[in-house]
Every structure is written in C-alpha cells, then in structure tokens.
T-cell receptor, first 115, second 113 residues
Framework: NAGVTQTPKFRVLKTGQSMTLLCAQD?????MYWYRQDPGMGLRLIHY???????AKGEVPDGYNVSRLKKQNFLLGLESAAPSQTSVYFC??????????????FGSGTQLSVL | GENVEQHPSTLSVQEGDSAVIKCTYS??????FPWYKQELGKRPQLIID?????GEKKDQRIAVTLNKTAKHFSLHITETQPEDSAVYFC????????????FGGGTRVLVKP
C-alpha cells in the first residue's frame, strides 16, 4: 500500500514551458486535491476532485488545469509556466465528505522552479 | 471566505519545555480544526484534530484547545523533544471535507537540545 505517490519530485522549467504533475493513490479515496506551499502562506488549494470525472476550482486555480479520468489518478497541468508558479506542490486525498475522520493523506511533494 | 491566522511564525524552545501555537479563524460557522506536522523535506501529516462540540483534546504530549467565542484554537506540546522540530499548520473548515479547509501560514518549531 503505497498511499499517495507524486511524480516528479523535482522539476525546473523555463517561462512558457508546460508540464504535468501526476498524483496516484491506492486507497480508493473519493476526494483528491492539489495544493501549493509557499513560505509563510501555508497550503493553498489549487483544484480538487470529488470523484472520477469531476473537478472544481480551489482558492488559487489560475494558470493550472486538472483532470481526473481515473479514480486513482489526479493530474495537474501548467500550460504556460510563470515564475510566480515556483512552489512546492502537494497532492492529497481523503476518503469521503461523509466520513467522520477527514484526514488528508499527502504525497511527498514536487519542488517546481520556473526560471 | 475563511481566514486563518497562525502565530508565531517561528518558535524556538529548549528540550523539555512546552510549546504553544495559536490560531484564529474568521468564520464562526467553522467546526473542524485539524493540525498537521511537516518535518523537514517530508509530507504534512495529521497529528490531532478537534471538532467544535468539544473544548479540548489530548493525545499523549500534544493537546488542542478551542475557544469558539473568541474564535481561536491552540496546539500545546509538552515535554518537547528534538523530534518535535517541524513546521506545524493549523486549519479550519465548515464540515470536514478537505476542499473546505483553510490553512494557517505555519509555525516553524525548533527544539534545542
């Protein structure tokens, strides 16, 4: 049981380049999330999904797109990277909004630098 | 929307002393307050949470208190140990769904031996 797996762990992009971050979970969780972590700003929600085939915007969605074609996978895309997107990105999952314990399970993070 | 303020941003304590981190929230409807710990280079992990129907919760050396009237909640770590060194995040939400969570800015705790 690997939990939540993110790839890649590190990436350097030039301004204007595109990339996709992959998140996979093997816990059969319904909910999946993408956060970015910046110094002093905590974790901010970019996009989330409440189930296969559904996505929704979070607090800071601009410049990002997501897809959830399979229940276990949640992809985060940057179509045209900007220096402001330099950050650490975390994927997370949780069982269900109806569960009594909504513990978030995080991936190990992706350090992204946009030059 | 919800706004969560966390203080202090950094905290240095001597091993064996206590550490206290405080958070305030803006939305009186918030009813779920988790705390996550992130060790250096690692992923955040839930260490304790509290719901609005209780005022305090303990788990070994950590405890969380909630004051709904004042809209603030605190994390208390007693008898600190070097492995308590980490960044701690508080969060608040209406309901417990992850998409409703608003995180504080984090507190970097350093436990000096």
């Amino acid at each position: 049981n690997a939990g939540v797996t993110q790839t890649p762990k590190f990436r350097v992009l030039k301004t204007g380049q595109s990339m996709t971050l992959l998140c996979a979970q093997d816990m059969n969780h319904e909910y999946m999330y993408w956060y970015r972590q910046d110094p002093g700003m905590g974790l901010r929600l970019i996009h989330y999904s409440v189930g296969e085939g559904t996505t929704a915007k979070g607090e800071v969605p601009d410049g990002y797109n997501v897809s959830r074609l399979k229940k276990q996978n949640f992809l985060l895309g940057l179509e045209s990277a900007a220096p402001s997107q330099t950050s650490v990105y975390f994927c997370a999952s949780s069982y269900s909004v109806h569960a009594t314990n909504e513990k978030l399970f995080f991936g190990s993070g992706t350090q992204l630098s946009v030059l | 929307g919800e706004n969560v303020e966390q203080h202090p941003s950094t905290l240095s304590v001597q091993e064996g002393d206590s550490a206290v981190i405080k958070c305030t929230y803006s939305d009186s409807a918030s009813n779920y307050f988790p705390w996550y710990k992130q060790e250096l280079g690692k992923r955040p992990q839930l260490i304790i949470d509290i719901r609005s129907n209780v005022g305090e919760k303990k788990d070994q050396r950590i405890a969380v208190t909630l004051n709904k009237t004042a809209k603030h909640f605190s994390l208390h770590i007693t008898e600190t140990q070097p492995e308590d060194s980490a960044v701690y995040f508080c969060a608040a939400s209406i309901g417990a769904a992850g998409n409703k969570l608003t995180f504080g800015g984090g507190t970097r705790v350093l436990v000096k031996p």
